[in-house]
């Protein structure tokens, strides 16, 4: 159990268990906290085609287990499944973070952590993406809610976890455990376009610094 005491959740049916599909343990800690201090039963349920490299996939995937058997909670590993991810976004390669390829990123993910809670029995499916704040959390909760809409009984739980601390606890939790924090979301496209950003304003500093000369 998490000894950090914080208010406790409801979920939003009467009595269940909770898919809980995460991405990274950065991303995830608070919530699992927050759900153990609730004490609401619950798994995670891995499923991140998207990220890339490999290696990257790995470290993210393989520190979430960690903190997962520290607290006792269930592991689903859905495992890698990179073309089916690539074959989704095909044509969509040049789209901003946020934009439609992110929906379509969402969409592939959710759909299969609804799959997985329906035939678990799980009556409750969540994740943690919309923590992140390199995401739209309206766009999460539309995908989510898309998903769980094909099977009778299984309601998503769109839950705001940045408030009321979550997105504080999220970054003082990662600091406390140690977690390797990414700088980008996890898809190639993402990194593409984000080392560029890096690069235009590297030099942008670099030009000012020589017209200061």
Same mark, same amino acid.
């Given at each position: ?91 969509? %390669?040049?789209?901003?973070? =946020?934009?439609?390829? &992110? ?5 592939? /993910?959710?759909? @299969? $952590? +609804? ?60 600091? %406390?455990?140690?977690?390797? =924090?990414?700088?980008? &979301? ?5 990194? /593409?376009?984000? @080392? $560029? +950003? ?16």
């Amino acid at each position: 159990m998490v000894a950090r005491e914080r208010p406790k959740l409801s979920l939003p049916c009467e009595q269940g268990k909770v898919l809980l599909h995460c991405c990274c343990a950065p991303c995830a800690g608070a919530v699992i906290e927050a759900l153990l201090w609730s004490q609401i039963e619950h798994a995670i349920f891995f499923y991140n085609p998207n990220i890339h490299p490999r290696r990257e996939y790995l470290r993210r995937k393989e520190e979430l287990q960690r903190f997962a058997l520290i607290h006792g909670v269930p592991f689903v590993d859905a495992d890698y499944d990179p073309a089916v991810w690539f074959e989704r976004v095909r044509g969509l %390669e040049a789209e901003p973070e =946020r934009g439609a390829r &992110c929906s379509i990123c969402f969409d592939l /993910r959710l759909e @299969r $952590a +609804a799959r997985y809670a329906h035939d678990a029995d799980f009556t409750v499916m969540a994740t943690t993406l919309g923590i992140s704040r390199w995401k739209k959390i309206e766009q999460v909760d539309a995908s989510g809610r898309q998903a769980a809409a094909h099977y009778p009984g299984l309601t998503y739980w769109a839950h705001n976890w940045r408030k009321r601390g979550g997105a504080e606890r999220s970054v003082t939790l990662s600091r %406390e455990e140690g977690f390797y =924090r990414q700088d980008y &979301c996890g898809c190639v496209y993402s990194r /593409r376009q984000l @080392r $560029a +950003a890096s690069q235009a304003r590297s030099e942008v500093v670099s030009l000012t610094h020589q017209a200061d000369s």
